[in-house]
């Protein structure tokens, strides 16, 4: 259900009769109004929807959005390569970790999809993934970069990554600090902003 106000959005979820424990993690919202008007609103923080209690924190049953980015602040959308650099620390590859990346521009932050290609082993120990992405909202010259662990029972150690939007100059963001990422607190982080 996605209910609006002015240049506001709330997007809920409503209960289907099952036992909820689904989710969804919605990129954007877009509205379109009668006018010709067009609004979008970045899932910046990577909130997911679902009704279900056994959910932790990072989910809820409604979301609002307020802040939009439209074409006319931000430019025509681009495509953007994040590429990692998975580290050859012992066991700091990963098969089973949902990562979601955040690119943060001087318009705003645009929330990518899921780091995970099809039929391909990714994040194996001193691999360079590359994933691109097609006709991402612009948000201006990249400035920060976050990754945020959706789900998964394994943890990740990656060296470095980078992001170049459109023939921009590459923005290269390095694990300093050697932070794991897990969605197992014990094992690491869920989420690293780098800047």
Same mark, same amino acid.
């Given at each position: 259900?996605?209910?609006?106000?002015?240049?506001?959005?709330?997007?809920?979820?409503?209960?289907?009769?099952?036992?909820?424990?689904?989710?969804?993690?919605?990129?954007?919202?877009?509205? @379109?109004?009668?006018?010709?008007?067009?609004?979008?609103?970045? #899932? $910046?923080?990577?909130?997911?929807?679902? #009704?279900?209690?056994?959910?932790?924190s990072g989910w809820a049953a409604a979301i609002g959005?307020?802040?939009?980015?439209?074409?006319?602040?931000?430019?025509?959308?681009?495509?953007?390569?994040?590429?990692?650099?998975?580290?050859?620390?012992?066991?700091?590859?990963?098969?089973?970790?949902?990562?979601?990346p955040r690119i943060y521009g001087e318009y705003g +932050?645009?929330?990518?999809?899921?780091?995970?290609?099809?039929?391909?082993?990714?994040?194996?120990?001193?691999?360079?993934?590359?994933?691109?992405?097609?006709? +991402?909202?612009?948000?201006?010259?990249?400035?920060?970069?976050?990754?945020? +662990?959706?789900?998964?029972?394994?943890?990740?150690?990656?060296?470095?990554?980078?992001?170049?939007?459109?023939?921009? $100059?590459?923005?290269?963001?390095? #694990?300093?600090? @050697?932070?794991?990422?897990?969605?197992?607190?014990?094992?690491?982080?869920?989420?690293?902003?780098?800047?």
């Amino acid at each position: 259900v996605v209910s609006t106000q002015s240049t506001e959005a709330v997007v809920s979820t409503q209960s289907t009769g099952t036992n909820g424990d689904d989710f969804w993690v919605p990129k954007k919202v877009t509205l @379109n109004t009668k006018d010709g008007l067009s609004f979008s609103f970045p #899932n $910046s923080r990577g909130f997911g929807l679902s #009704n279900s209690e056994k959910m932790t924190s990072g989910w809820a049953a409604a979301i609002g959005f307020c802040t939009p980015i439209t074409e006319s602040t931000a430019g025509k959308p681009r495509k953007c390569t994040i590429k990692t650099r998975t580290s050859r620390t012992k066991h700091a590859e990963t098969d089973n970790c949902l990562l979601v990346p955040r690119i943060y521009g001087e318009y705003g +932050v645009v929330l990518g999809e899921s780091m995970d290609r099809m039929n391909h082993d990714d994040f194996k120990p001193g691999a360079l993934d590359t994933f691109t992405y097609q006709n +991402v909202q612009n948000v201006g010259k990249v400035k920060c970069l976050s990754f945020n +662990v959706l789900r998964g029972d394994d943890a990740w150690l990656f060296s470095y990554a980078s992001v170049e939007c459109d023939g921009e $100059s590459v923005k290269t963001f390095r #694990n300093s600090q @050697n932070q794991w990422l897990s969605y197992d607190v014990s094992e690491g982080v869920r989420f690293i902003k780098m800047c």
